[in-house]
Nanobody, 127 residues
Framework: QVQLVESGGASVQSGGTLKLSCRVLHNTYGPYDMAWFRRSQEKEREGVAAIDKDGRVTYVDSVKGRFTVSRDNDKDTMYLQMNNLKPEDTAMYHC?????????????????????WGQGTQVTVSS
């Protein structure tokens, strides 16, 4: 059974940086399409960034220019570099994976295409 394990969450001040990691365990399929989502007390789960198995990336507008998603297929790991963090970025960040995803990360219904989810890592940004 595929498992996704996130790490790297922490508490930082506004303007700070963090790098999240998501490792895929027990992967017998090969590279997945993957994405980062986040959920906070104020908002429902929303997409943040996606990277497909070929390395094509997409972002939601609120993080463009600040966040960078990448992956290392040899390590079965996806990353999210977060720069210039803002208090509104405070959330539990989850990674997700599926063999193929067709929707855009900005579309709310795209989250339902992902069958594998991690437990999440908490990011807290103070002003």
């Amino acid at each position: 059974q595929v498992q996704l394990v996130e790490s790297g969450g922490a508490s930082v001040q506004s303007g700070g940086t963090l790098k999240l990691s998501c490792r895929v365990l027990h992967n017998t399929y090969g590279p997945y399409d993957m994405a980062w989502f986040r959920r906070s007390q104020e908002k429902e789960r929303e997409g943040v960034a996606a990277i497909d198995k070929d390395g094509r990336v997409t972002y939601v507008d609120s993080v463009k220019g600040r966040f960078t998603v990448s992956r290392d297929n040899d390590k079965d790991t996806m990353y999210l570099q977060m720069n210039n963090l803002k208090p509104e970025d405070t959330a539990m960040y989850h990674c997700a994976a599926n063999p193929t995803v067709f929707g855009h990360i900005q579309d709310r219904q795209t989250q339902w295409e992902y069958n594998h989810w991690g437990q999440g890592t908490q990011v807290t940004v103070s002003s």
